[in-house]
Structure formats: C-alpha cells, structure tokens
C-alpha cells in the first residue's frame, strides 16, 4: 500500500493525541513514533507537538500541517483504491466513528465478520455521542460515521441503516413499578435516569415527548450519565427508570434482570443513520456500508 507513512504516523497522533496509542494503532513501537514525528519536525524546522507531562497537543504550526496532511492522505487512499481492481484485494485503513449504542451493541459483531473477510482492510472505530460524530466527520477525523440521532448538518451526507426501537425500563426489583400501565402524563412522576446533553437516544426521546406536550425540564430526573451501560448499572440499585434502546437491553430483559414499562400509546422509535461528507464517498467507506446493510437484511 502506497503512502507517505511519516504524515500518516503524524495524522494518527494528532487524531489521538496521543504517541502510545498511536504506536498501537500502527503497530510500531513508541520509539518509532517518536522517530518519524522528530525527522517531520527537522524537515520543517518547527515543533509540531507540545508535550505536558502525559498530555500532548498540537502546536500552531502542527495544526497549519494537520489539514493539508489529511488531503494527501486521502489521496494516497484513493489512489490505492484505484489501483486495487478486484475488491478482495482491498486493503488500507477505514477511520470510522459511532454513536455509544451502535459501538457497544451493534457494530461489534459486524466488524469481526468484515475483519473476517477483508483482513487486509484495518478498521479503527472511534466512540462518542452524536454531536461528536457528525463534528468528526465534518472535521475528517473519520471518513465513516453511524449516528442514532436525527441529525440535520448541511456539510454531511445521510442514509438510513435499521430500525431501532426505545424502551422504558427498570430494575426487575422494582415492584412499584412493573405490574401497572402508566400514561403519558404520568411519565413526569416516574423517577427517570436520563443520557447526557447531545446522546442521540436523548434526543429522540425528548423529541417523542415534546410531541406529547411533556417538555424535558417537567420530568424528574434522578440521575444523567454518559452511557447505556453506566444507566444499567444504576437501574440494578435503584428504583428509577430509563429509556435506553432495545439493543442495549435485549440481554437483560432475556435473563430479567430488567423488565419493561408500559406507556399507553407511547412508542418511541428511531432509525441508525450512516454519515459521510457531500461528493463522492470513499471506496472503503461504499464497502462497510454494504457490508452492514447485508448483514441485517440476512438477519
């Protein structure tokens, strides 16, 4: 695979920030790392990172570098998959990046599969909220993104996957709770565990809400935390609810360790998203798509 592997070593722990973890997405040593970053620096005669103790960040110059780097990379990428011809020969890096629920649930499974069947293709999977993903993709950080939010930014592209479906639920231990239908309306006296600011299953329910006259701010919430599994956690000690997507909770509900509540006529659904830039997609990025699409019509 052709590239200029010192701005492909500079892009990565730019990306992390990070010389250790850069090394292990690489595959080279840390010395190496330093390496390559030092004889960039010598050829441009500038620091291109500023190191605090652990913490590492770009200079000003590293950032004036950062941009035109990734395009040339880009380029190398394209020109490889020109050259490829018969896609079993595909082979190069695939920056992807994921809502919390998609990498933890859904993803995981496809990607052994797809590692399977591309060895060659080396896949690098970066987790956040929605808002993190459509800004990664805007920003080129990863070429891929899947988000479960209903996103709108005009720079990005999007196309649906599948359906999901979200579920309000508690801990199985929670008598007062699981032998009763409650109503819309009494949602706002329901003890509720709620994602973060910018979560994508937060924004549907919200929105789901609102179109039922119950505003986020009227709920009582207990508790907000960062993730699907962190809310779980928190349901098996307490006696709050949650909503969380059925995928997250499809194991516990199988074994009871949680059980649904029932909300008259009041279904909550959504759609995974893929997200690319406007123009023409990578080759790479066609393939995952209409690997994951086939996976789930097989299902």
């Not at 649930?105 to 399977?116: E, K, N, Q, S, W």
């Amino acid at each position: 695979m052709l590239t200029d592997f010192r701005l492909k070593v500079f892009e990565t722990v730019a990306r992390r920030l990070s010389f250790t973890r850069a090394s292990e997405e690489l595959f080279i040593t840390q010395p190496a790392v330093t390496r390559h970053i030092r004889e960039l620096e010598q050829q441009f005669g500038c620091r291109l990172f500023k190191r605090s103790g652990r913490k590492v960040a770009l200079t000003e110059e590293g950032e004036k570098l950062l941009v035109p780097a990734r395009r040339i990379l880009k380029e190398y990428a394209l020109l490889n998959e020109v050259m490829a011809g018969d896609s079993s020969r595909l082979q190069g890096y695939l920056h992807m990046g994921a809502s919390t629920t998609l990498t933890q649930y859904v993803l995981p499974p496809i990607l052994a599969l797809f590692h399977r069947m591309y060895p060659d293709i080396r896949v690098d999977l970066m987790d956040g909220n929605t808002e993190c993903i459509e800004a990664a993709v805007v920003g080129e950080v990863v070429q891929l993104g899947l988000i479960e939010g209903s996103g709108e930014h005009a720079d990005l592209h999007y196309r649906s996957f599948i359906r999901d479906e979200i579920v309000l639920v508690t801990a199985v231990s929670n008598p007062a709770l699981v032998r009763r239908e409650w109503t819309v309306e009494q949602l706002r006296e329901l003890p509720l565990v709620l994602r973060e600011a910018g979560s994508g299953t937060q924004a549907v329910v919200r929105k789901a809400l609102g179109e039922k006259g119950i505003l986020e701010n009227e709920l009582s919430v207990s508790m907000r935390l960062g993730s699907s599994e962190s809310i779980k956690r928190y349901l098996s000690k307490s006696n709050a609810c949650a909503f969380l997507s059925l995928f997250a909770v499809r194991e516990e509900l199988e074994r009871g360790a949680l059980v649904r509540v029932p909300v008259r006529n009041f279904d909550v659904t959504r759609v995974f998203r893929f997200v690319t830039p406007h123009g023409e997609q990578s080759r790479l990025s066609g393939l995952m798509i209409r690997f994951c699409l086939d996976y789930y019509n097989k299902m």
